[in-house]
């Protein structure tokens, strides 16, 4: 059991690579905080489970609220007695489009999501983090935050954002042995690929399975094992690392 008695928390952990990444750590003795905006998906992802063994909370809370992220390290306490691992997971995209076609809320959005959530998680969990003598983030960026596409401007943006302040984080971090890293998932087949794409057709599908070397999307257990590298004891001498889960896109 590589997480055995450690306590995390997951983000969009209601479907996609959320659910495979909390799943994940539940098979290998994580005590799992769900977290999502989608109450029906988070309560069916902790079902599942304590169905199959493990223990799980659902907590619904927007990673856009600092006062949600302070309620996630409450339920984390109250239900498990502490926190050891943030996995910043939960993240939205805006239409493939032209970037002079987003208009201010599509932007504020993937921004409040995907890089202020980050900033929350930080401003909540760091200080309990020093108290404890240590913890550990994983921030889900994207490969668009290293190697961006055309129609996705704003999204490869906040990436991009979130794998620098990550970074910055673990090296500012490092004295309290508070670990940081990033994972860069290539497309994956989750919730947000219509999006990415424009439109979901076998066409279009093709078109961008075609420049990932391995020739196909990401799949939720290729994040989720990815991230219990660098959230297990195995990882601890690494922080600030960047780990491009793409079948070689970013070669």
Same mark, same amino acid.
């Given at each position: $059991? =590589?997480?055995?008695?450690?306590?995390?928390?997951?983000?969009?952990?209601? +479907?996609?690579?959320?659910?495979?990444?909390?799943?994940?750590?539940?098979?290998?003795?994580?005590?799992?905080?769900?977290?999502?905006?989608?109450?029906? /998906?988070?309560?069916?992802?902790?079902?599942?489970?304590? &169905? +199959? /063994?493990?223990?799980?909370?659902?907590? =619904?809370?927007?990673?856009?609220?600092?006062?949600?992220?302070?309620?996630?390290?409450?339920?984390?306490? &109250?239900?498990?007695?502490?926190?050891?691992?943030?996995?910043?997971?939960?993240?939205?995209?805006?239409?493939?489009?032209? $970037?002079?076609?987003?208009?201010?809320?599509?932007?504020?959005?993937?921004?409040?999501?995907?890089? *202020?959530?980050? #900033?929350?998680?930080?401003?909540?969990?760091?200080? #309990?983090?020093?108290?404890?003598?240590?913890?550990?983030?994983?921030?889900? !960026?994207?490969?668009?935050?290293?190697?961006?596409?055309?129609?996705?401007?704003? #999204?490869? /943006?906040? *990436?991009? !954002?979130?794998?620098?302040?990550?970074?910055? $984080?673990?090296?500012?971090?490092?004295?309290? *042995?508070?670990?940081?890293?990033?994972?860069?998932?290539?497309? /994956?087949?989750?919730?947000?690929? @219509? *999006?990415? $794409?424009?439109?979901?057709?076998?066409?279009?599908?093709?078109?961008?399975? !075609?420049?990932?070397?391995?020739? =196909?999307? +990401?799949?939720?257990?290729?994040? @989720?094992?990815?991230?219990? #590298?660098?959230? +297990? &004891?195995? @990882?601890?001498?690494?922080?600030?690392?960047?780990?491009?889960? &793409?079948?070689?896109?970013?070669?």
């Amino acid at each position: $059991m =590589r997480l055995e008695q450690k306590v995390a928390i997951v983000t969009g952990g209601g +479907s996609g690579f959320g659910e495979g990444i909390a799943t994940r750590f539940a098979q290998e003795g994580c005590r799992v905080i769900v977290n999502d905006i989608n109450v029906e /998906g988070g309560e069916r992802v902790a079902q599942a489970i304590k &169905d +199959s /063994g493990g223990e799980a909370v659902f907590c =619904r809370a927007n990673v856009a609220s600092s006062s949600d992220w302070a309620e996630l390290l409450t339920c984390s306490l &109250d239900n498990f007695g502490k926190l050891d691992i943030v996995i910043n997971n939960a993240g939205t995209t805006h239409q493939n489009k032209s $970037m002079l076609d987003v208009t201010d809320e599509e932007f504020d959005l993937v921004y409040n999501v995907n890089v *202020k959530g980050i #900033y929350y998680s930080a401003r909540n969990l760091v200080p #309990y983090f020093r108290k404890q003598g240590g913890g550990n983030f994983v921030t889900i !960026a994207s490969t668009a935050g290293i190697r961006p596409r055309p129609g996705l401007v704003w #999204y490869c /943006g906040s *990436k991009a !954002a979130a794998i620098i302040a990550s970074q910055a $984080m673990a090296v500012e971090l490092a004295p309290d *042995k508070i670990r940081v890293n990033v994972v860069n998932p290539v497309a /994956g087949d989750t919730p947000l690929l @219509a *999006k990415f $794409m424009g439109e979901d057709t076998p066409e279009i599908r093709a078109k961008f399975a !075609a420049v990932i070397p391995l020739g =196909r999307f +990401s799949q939720p257990r290729d994040i @989720a094992n990815a991230c219990l #590298y660098l959230a +297990s &004891d195995e @990882a601890d001498f690494i922080t600030g690392a960047c780990i491009e889960v &793409d079948g070689g896109r970013c070669v």
